[in-house]
């Protein structure tokens, strides 16, 4: 018999230093921050696109029309932009949940 050289070795049951542990925390703080972030920005760009042009009048804003004929352009994406903002936010509760899992001191079945 022949030992295969693409053999793993089981890495989950080795223990981690306190600055890896460290580390992996700090990392996905950032990215839930980060993608939670991302989330509410798509979220406002949904809601605001298709009211830009009502709000602007209605405030008496001077805007360029440029601006506004993109903003009423963009206005019809927005359920691309919610679709983005559900992903972002659900990015964000998948690394929350992992890097717990992966962080937890208590053994996994």
Known sequence: M??????????????????AAVSIGMIAIVAV?????AGVTFLGLAIGFPIAGTVAAQYHVLVSPTD?????????F?????????ASVGAAVL???????????????
């Open 2 to 19: 022949t030992a295969s050289p693409f053999t793993q070795s089981d890495q989950s049951q080795r223990p981690r230093g306190t600055a």
């Open 68 to 76: 506004l004929a993109l903003a009423n352009q963009l206005a019809g």
């Open 33 to 37: 921050l980060g993608l939670f972030t």
């Open 95 to 109: 690394v929350a949940v992992k890097a717990i899992e992966h962080l937890s001191p208590t053994e996994r079945d």
């Open 78 to 86: 927005w359920w691309l932009f919610g679709l983005f903002s559900i």
